[in-house]
């Protein structure tokens, strides 16, 4: 593997999915809030951005492949992945956190009214994205006691990345408490990237693995 290769591309997955959001969210007009709520808001945002960056930390990135060898990108890819994944299956909780600091509502009525919350869209959805996050990890994790064929588990890891991020995208954009339009664009941007480089993957078969 080629060192210089390695640290440039990593430099350009810090800029792209840290440094973008994070200077995003610091330049941008938003409500001010106690240390604790802006803290597990951006912890949020990066794990969801850094949850985009899979799509370029894989074998659809046919470039960074040849640089730094398939091996090194799925070490890459199942790190982000692991980790990220279980931040935001956090994020339920991470809501009704600071709710322990106000006396309007309790953290178990907050909890219990967000997961049965059916005539909202944008929690729908994130209902939706949450639970084909959940089965990305299980399914990913637990890939080879599953015995399922690769073909097969990777044509469920692809459809399940989609319908993740497609709903996901959307909760963000229709909930976040940070969504202005300079994140919107971003995200839309990004994700948008990510499925064309996805397809292409999926209809032309060319993967490299």
Known sequence: MNK????RNLSSLIISF???PIFIFVLGDFPSRNILSETISLITILGFSMLISQFFFSGINKRLVKKIKMVHVLRIHKFIGY????????HPFFIVVPKFFDNAV????????LITTFDNLGIVLGLIAYAAMLILLVTAFFRF???IKYKTWRNLHGYLTLLFVVTATWHVITLGRHSN????IYYVLTVAS???YMIRLYLFKTSTR
């Open 4 to 7: 210089e290769s390695y640290i």
């Open 18 to 20: 840290i440094g973008v």
């Open 83 to 90: 980790v990220f994944i279980s931040i935001l299956l956090l």
């Open 106 to 113: 309790t953290p178990v009525e907050a909890f219990f009214k």
């Open 145 to 147: 006691k599953l015995h």
């Open 181 to 184: 339009m300079s994140f919107s």
């Open 194 to 196: 990510g499925i064309f």
